[in-house]
Nanobody
Framework: QVQLVESGGGLVQPGGSLNLSCAVS????????MNWYRQAPGKEREFVAE???????NYRISVKGRFTISRDNAKSMVYLQMNNLKPEDTAVYYC???????WGQGTQVTVSS
């Protein structure tokens, strides 16, 4: 079955950086668009970044220029490099396989002084 395992979150100061990873198994990864979403307490899950199987990317405006999504099809991995982090980036981050409503446990990102 499909498995998604997010990792790499942690506590950082404003302006710091983190690199999140998502390991995908149980599916032919290379033919799916991959996405990162995040969810803060009391808020709905929101789109963060997208990487199509051909390499094209999209970002929500608030993270554009700070975050970079990438993928390694040979390893069935997707990454989210986050630079210049802000307190409003604090959330649990999830990866998504295509448009499937299937989520891993997520990884916590906390940005605070």
């Amino acid at each position: 079955q499909v498995q998604l395992v997010e990792s790499g979150g942690g506590l950082v100061q404003p302006g710091g950086s983190l690199n999140l990873s998502c390991a995908v198994s149980g599916v032919n990864f290379r033919y799916y668009t991959m996405n990162w979403y995040r969810q803060a307490p009391g808020k709905e899950r929101e789109f963060v970044a997208e990487a199509m199987y051909g390499g094209a990317t999209n970002y929500r405006i608030s993270v554009k220029g700070r975050f970079t999504i990438s993928r390694d099809n040979a390893k069935s991995m997707v990454y989210l490099q986050m630079n210049n982090l802000k307190p409003e980036d604090t959330a649990v981050y999830y990866c998504r396989l295509g448009s499937l409503e299937h989520w891993g446990q997520g990884t916590q990102v906390t940005v605070s002084s």
